[in-house]
């Protein structure tokens, strides 16, 4: 019995060995390839992390790191590869648990570790590293680790892919004034002389994307949210934004964190609550559980706010709130489901508005938040699915961008109407408990939603999610005797082959004095819309009039006479994205046509966020879509006009934002005279109210259309007492400049990472260096531009590339910068996929004004 045992464990041997021996060596390759994180998600588990950063006293200075990560490994039957985006000598030493240095391998951003010093069972690794910087975002006296969605690597060594989760322990000494904030509370805080230490509680589970801390001269406020006590830090000086913000901010979260809690079922899924506003940050927040950071001025606003800025507070609140259910409790597997967390976040955030500010609020402001950003990706040659393939982690921020966070919003919506409010959401509350503090894929989520669906949500899938584009509808109307007699509706791709978005939408046919409201279920090529047989003749029909359908939609001319009678706000803005949809697809208006009709609605349009959307148009038009010497000829009038419309109307924030077109599209002496004197005097135009940003803008623009470029930017740069906006002034002020020189060194600095650390400020800095006012001189930095995208996307943040691009070619309608990016692309035919779209998608508009405009 004892040698039949022995064989068979001498044969169980074997088979382990010989499976091992099996497994493909996994290649050590740059970035971290989904070989790789496969291989490391079958053999690695329980990770731990325990981090110290030691931060010097001078920005220029090293930060030293200590990073012992323990894990245990399945079988050691390949070298360890921990991922580490440094060279070979900001890796000190590395040594196991026993303190017995091993020798290592730094290859390819990977730190090799032979399987002689592994083992099947637990492993101890420690290792002494200098951080890298680009991720730490340092500044002289604060810093924030920002490392979505595969930058831990660039700071310290570590398993950086999304679905091997681990508890985080950290330890930061800082400079004694700073404050700091992280994942986990704070356990102890210690004097060391001209520091203070830091140390953590072990933070929850989380992906190495999420593991975040910030440091820095902050003030300190705390609020108790839901029995938690909330830590805000932040760096604003204006006391009239800290008394009208801080309390608005705590009651925001409040809200969103009672909202997701009753949506979901599921109680706030994280040990703390805190939250920084950071000057210039690159998103507008990001979602690190107990540190969520957002943009600064995202969060802090002043008397001369508008509605919109109100809304869109409480919006990206929500949405980072929103993160901690979907993202940061539940997580996806691999960054190809990236829009998963996205179009979640966004998606509720969408709900808690609708909830707080009521459903006809939440209709109009989600129709103008997602559709025309949805659609200025979806209409171009370079448009993306939703869900893309992703091979390798460095290409991860290619994934980010207008189609995740807009289109997808859209689908879920049209997949909750579809399933019914209810069943969708028992069917999301399964998938959060079931892959609660774990990993998910979009495949798992739909095999969930079928069960509450009756409808094929495999097929729909396929059409809404895995392909690109959009649909454009059509339609045939015969009348007999006054009246309706069939009402043909079809569907078509505006590109690729045929297929069907199912969804639903209304018309609204328009009467003298009254209307009807015709639903439309689109559940094939073409259908016969048997509701409105009989009907009379309308004055014009106005197609997805509740804002619910998704694709370039007819436009009727006739509507030009009546459109601005129509009650609905949600009608009209509907009407107002279909004309200048069909005037890009020429499909209906000509520009000069739809600026006509957008300008006489800017006086009785009445409704704000309406308002915004029709000046956003008109600007559009004006500067991308008109030619020069047209333009030339139109601006008395539109100034005229723009002026005349902001007395008209009464409500300050609607004066405020025709101000604001005024100002973005004024070219004759006498508006140049009517503006110097505003911000000179700093005395705005009768129920106008301007806060120091506004005078910035204003200072600006001046600078850009006068020959007091100097001395207007000084002037207004020894008005502002916040260091932050001092200097980004400052920075700004070369892109400015009268002179050719000043502005070309401007943009050859840019060819300098350093010089590339606020990006914000950069992308700023582009679109007044390419304003069409300026591109006579500056279509010579187009080339350059492009031959850049490629550094931008491996050493930027994930926006940074699409912004960079959305700045240099926003505005450009020429033949000549139409032809460098043609040339561009010819001479690059292998070029990077995903950033090719980019350059597509950026340049759509240029593009098409070549057809527009007769180019």
């Not at 831990?152 to 950086?160: E, G, Q, S």
């Not at 409040?254 to 000057?279: C, H, M, N």
């Not at 489901?337 to 508005?353: C, I, P, Y």
Request: a positive charge; charged letters at 20%.
């Amino acid at each position: 019995m004892k040698l039949y045992k022995l064989i068979l464990f001498l044969l169980s041997l074997n088979v382990v060995v010989y499976a091992q021996q099996r497994v493909k060596p996994v290649p050590v390759e740059t970035g971290v390839s989904y070989g790789l994180a496969q291989y490391r998600h079958s053999v690695i588990s329980n990770v731990e992390y325990e981090l110290s950063f030691l931060v010097p006293l001078k920005r220029a200075d090293d930060i030293a790191g200590v990073a012992h990560i323990a894990f245990d490994l399945k079988n050691a039957g390949q070298p360890l590869q921990i991922d580490f985006k440094q060279d070979a000598q900001h890796i000190k030493n590395v040594q196991l648990a026993q303190g017995a240095a091993i020798p290592f391998e730094a290859k390819d951003e990977h730190i090799i570790i032979d399987t002689k010093y592994l083992k099947a069972g637990h492993n101890d690794i420690t290792i002494d590293f200098v951080a890298g910087n680009g991720s730490l975002n340092r500044n002289d006296d604060y810093l924030y680790a920002l490392f979505v969605p595969d930058r831990a690597r660039t700071v310290f060594p570590c398993f950086d892919q999304p679905d091997l989760k681990a508890i985080f322990k950290l330890s930061l000494r800082v400079p004694k004034e700073w404050k700091a904030l992280a994942n986990g509370s704070i356990k102890d805080v210690t004097d060391e002389g001209d520091f203070k230490r830091y140390v953590f509680n072990t933070s929850d589970k989380l992906p190495t994307y999420l593991f975040s801390f910030t440091a820095g001269a902050y003030a300190d406020v705390r609020q108790v949210i839901g029995g938690r006590s909330a830590e805000f830090l932040h760096r604003e000086t204006d006391s009239t934004q800290i008394r009208l913000s801080v309390d608005s901010i705590f009651k925001a979260h409040r809200d969103a964190i009672s909202f997701l809690e009753s949506w979901t079922g599921i109680p706030y899924p994280f040990q703390k609550v805190g939250f920084v506003a950071i000057p210039d940050f690159q998103f507008g927040g990001m979602e690190h559980p107990g540190e969520v950071q957002y943009k600064a001025s995202a969060l802090f606003l002043d008397e001369g706010a508008t509605k919109d800025q109100f809304i869109a507070r409480s919006n990206v609140i929500s949405h980072e709130t929103a993160h901690m259910w979907f993202g940061d409790m539940v997580t996806m597997e691999w960054f190809n489901d990236v829009w998963m967390k996205e179009v979640f976040a966004n998606f509720m955030a969408d709900k808690v508005t609708e909830k707080l500010m009521g459903t006809e609020t939440f209709n109009l402001k989600f129709l103008q938040d997602h559709y025309p950003a949805a659609y200025g990706i979806d209409r171009t040659m370079g448009a993306n699915p939703i869900r893309q393939q992703l091979d390798n982690l460095h290409d991860a921020g290619s994934l980010y961008g207008n189609i995740i966070y807009h289109k997808a919003p859209i689908m879920m919506r049209q997949l909750e109407s579809m399933m019914g409010k209810s069943n969708f959401q028992q069917g999301i509350r399964e998938y959060l408990k079931k892959y609660a503090y774990g990993n998910a894929t979009w495949p798992q989520l739909i095999a969930i939603l079928s069960k509450y669906s009756t409808a094929n949500l495999y097929t729909w899938n396929k059409v809404w999610v895995s392909q690109p584009g959009r649909p454009v509808f059509d339609y045939k109307v015969s009348y007999s005797d006054g009246k309706i007699g069939v009402f043909n509706i079809s569907q078509h791709p505006e590109v690729g082959a045929p297929r069907i978005w199912q969804q639903v939408f209304n018309i609204t046919l328009v009467y003298p004095g009254y209307s009807k409201i015709i639903p439309v279920n689109m559940n094939a090529r073409q259908i016969v819309l048997n509701a409105a047989a009989g009907l009379a003749k309308p004055l014009f029909i106005l197609f997805n009039a509740d804002g619910m359908g998704y694709g370039l939609f007819p436009a009727d001319k006739a509507m030009t006479g009546s459109l601005f009678n129509l009650e609905s706000p949600l009608q009209r803005a509907s009407a107002y994205i279909n004309g200048y949809e069909n005037m890009l697809a020429r499909r209906a208006f000509k520009p000069a046509e739809l600026l006509k009709l957008y300008l006489h609605g800017i006086s009785i349009e009445k409704n704000e966020m309406n308002l915004r959307l029709l000046t956003g148009y008109i600007t559009s038009i004006f500067w991308t879509f008109t030619l020069p010497k047209d333009r030339l000829i139109l601006s008395t009038e539109l100034e005229d006009t723009l002026w005349q419309a902001m007395e008209q109307q009464t409500a300050p924030n609607n004066k405020k934002i025709l101000f604001g077109a005024y100002q973005n599209v004024y070219l004759n002496a006498e508006a140049k005279r009517r503006i110097y004197q505003v911000w000179l005097t700093q005395k705005p135009p009768a129920g106008v109210k301007l806060a120091e940003d506004d005078y910035t803008g204003m200072a600006l623009s001046i600078a850009l259309k006068s020959d007091t470029v100097t001395s207007v930017l000084k002037q207004q740069q020894a008005r502002i007492n916040n260091p932050e906006r001092k200097n980004r002034l400052a920075f700004l002020m070369p892109a400015l400049s009268l002179n050719v020189q000043e502005r070309d060194a401007f943009f050859n600095s840019l060819a300098d990472r350093k010089n590339r650390a606020k990006e914000a400020w950069v992308t700023t800095g582009l679109s007044y260096l390419n304003h069409p006012l300026r591109q006579s001189t500056s279509i010579k930095y187009l080339p350059k531009s492009l031959e850049l995208l490629e550094e931008l996307q491996r050493t930027g943040d994930v926006f940074f590339p699409q912004s960079w691009l959305s700045a240099v070619f926003g505005s450009y309608q020429t033949k000549g910068a139409y032809q460098i990016v043609r040339d561009f692309l010819q001479q690059h035919p292998d070029y990077n996929p995903k950033l090719k779209d980019k350059i597509l998608q950026a340049t759509d508009n240029l593009y098409r004004a070549q057809g527009i405009l007769g180019r």
